[in-house]
């Protein structure tokens, strides 16, 4: 069975942080890049990060850039993504995917059919 489950979304008030987590445990399938995508009320679906798995890069959107933190936690199968000085424009259900098709994601990290394997979403809300 193919499955990704992320945790960790919540209410906190701006200026305060959040880590999501991805793991990675109900997956069966090899893959080569987990990506984070957010989707505010209203909104399309926006890539906020990802990283490789073959290499180690990270990839960031510009809104993010400096306050959010992507990982991988090796022995634990589980990717990270650390948010810090959230702002109430950071509000979006949180979906990480799994990249099952390009080997070196590269330019192609924001695309969403880059992805072939998506979480249910978490709810972040940043609100005081």
């Known amino acids: 069975q193919v499955q990704l489950v992320e945790s960790g979304g919540g209410l906190v008030q701006p200026g305060g942080s959040l880590r999501l987590s991805c793991p990675d445990s109900g997956f069966t399938l090899d893959y080569y890049a987990i990506g984070w995508f957010r989707q505010a009320p209203g909104k399309e679906r926006e890539a906020v990060s990802c990283?490789?798995?073959?290499?180690?890069?990270?990839y960031y959107a510009d809104s993010v850039k400096g306050r959010f933190t992507i990982s991988r936690d090796n022995a634990k199968n589980t990717v990270y993504l650390q948010m810090n000085s959230l702002k109430p424009e950071d509000t979006a259900v949180y979906y990480c995917?799994?990249?099952?098709?390009?080997?070196?994601?590269?330019?192609?990290?924001?695309?969403?059919?880059?992805?072939?394997?998506w979480g249910q979403g978490t709810q972040v809300t940043v609100s005081s």
């Open positions: 990283i490789s798995s073959v290499d180690g890069s990270t």
């Open positions: 995917a799994a990249d099952t098709q390009y080997v070196y994601i590269g330019p192609r990290w924001g695309w969403e059919h880059s992805y072939s394997y």
